[in-house]
């Protein structure tokens, strides 16, 4: 192209852009906001549901094989949830997806989880012992690509166990987080692709993290951000000693993170829980947790969540043929910009396979997918 008409692209371009703001501000003037809970409640049932495989139409995540992984996949509750909920004992069929001194409404991290039975790995080694591992990975939020947060999931990691240093789980973790591993999902966003964890400490009130490389330069600002804090969440939650400020290194001798974010000085998580929204996704579900086969006599779905006035809606979908046996809706106990807690009441169920819903319509239209997370389970 030449220069001429590169200049001529871009006057057209400029045009476009102010027809268009023009044209967006004169429907600004004519809308006129209303009350629709009752409308978006009643068009749920309609709304269209995400497959069972992700948490939302995200990018398939690169799977890695940085760590021999045996999975033990869950949500943990939260503080007032259930403090140590059952793992799977092996790893489930993929279905959809999703700190330590926090306020009682933020996510805990130090509820580690179990494996009810002990199971042997391929390499003879009792899986009962392992670490239960909080990992953070990114995603798309509901109908929005342009909205990434994170979901955290629980993994066992082949050699690592509970009662091991504190330093060993922190580079599990974070391998982990760096590698996009997220097994019985469709899988997250990664942008740390070719970046390894060279080494992992934790001394004098901080982490540090040394890095092999500084991720590529080629993501948006928020997409560096929300990796950066990806790495923060995962390391604090895996040290289990509170907001501790994370320092990183970088082996190659960059200076920024994604060529952004400089490294000469620490990184936290939302100073209050009230900004954990910033980071965290709107929803997650906490129990039953992925793939968990539990008992059908009094079953409650329990979770967390950031939505408008609280509400949130459900749906309990048949996991053999993906029909919806029963929806409805609740409130949180709290309502954005907090994050509050939640619990379902199912009752009894008959032994098979479920799949649980819980997601937020946008006020706007009815229809909107702002956030929403889906976990198979099996009722015995």
């Known amino acids: 192209m030449r220069p001429d008409d590169l200049t001529s692209a871009r006057r057209a371009h400029d045009d476009l852009e102010l027809r268009l703001r023009d044209a967006l501000h004169h429907r600004a003037q004519d809308a006129s906001p209303q009350y629709r809970l009752d409308s978006v409640l009643e068009r749920a049932n309609s709304a269209p549901r995400r497959g069972v495989g992700a948490a939302a139409p995200w990018a398939i995540g690169l799977v890695a094989a940085a760590v021999v992984l045996a999975l033990a996949l869950v949500l943990p509750g939260l503080i007032g ?36 039975t002990p199971t042997t790995s391929p390499t003879g080694t009792d899986e009962a012992t392992l670490a239960a591992l909080p990992v953070y990975h990114p995603a798309h939020i509901g109908s929005a690509i342009d909205r990434i947060r994170l979901y955290r999931e629980w993994v066992n990691i082949e050699g690592v166990y509970r009662d091991a240093p504190v330093e060993d789980k922190l580079s599990a973790a974070v391998s982990a987080a760096l590698a996009g591993y997220a097994p019985g999902t469709d899988g997250y966003l990664n942008y740390w692709y070719g970046v390894e964890l060279e080494s992992a400490s934790v001394s004098g009130g901080k982490i540090t993290l040394r890095l092999s490389g500084p991720g590529s330069s080629d993501v948006s600002d928020e997409e560096a951000r929300i990796s950066v804090q990806q790495l923060v969440w995962t390391a604090q939650a895996a040290v289990g000693q509170g907001t501790l400020p994370v320092r990183f290194e970088i ?130």
């Open 81 to 116: 949830g259930p403090e140590d909920p059952e793992v799977p004992a092996g790893t489930p069929t993929p279905t959809e997806t999703v700190p330590s001194e926090a306020p009682t409404t933020a996510p805990s991290d130090t509820a580690e989880p179990t494996t009810s």
């Open 251 to 380: 082996a190659d001798g960059s200076t920024r993170l994604f060529g952004r974010l400089p490294i000469d000085r620490d990184y936290n998580r939302p100073a209050s829980s009230d900004l954990y929204h910033e980071d965290l996704a709107p929803i997650w579900i906490t129990s039953p947790t992925r793939g968990q086969v539990i008992s059908g006599n009094d079953v409650v779905i329990t979770g967390e969540a950031t939505v408008f006035e609280a509400t949130y809606l459900w749906e309990l979908i048949d996991g053999d043929t993906g029909s919806v046996l029963r929806s409805g809706h609740g409130q949180a106990s709290e309502g954005a910009p907090a994050r509050g807690t939640y619990e379902i009441r199912l009752g009894r169920l008959e032994p098979g396979e479920y799949i649980i819903r819980v997601f937020e319509l946008s006020m706007a239209d009815g229809t909107t997918v702002n956030a929403e997370q889906l976990i198979g389970f099996t009722v015995r």
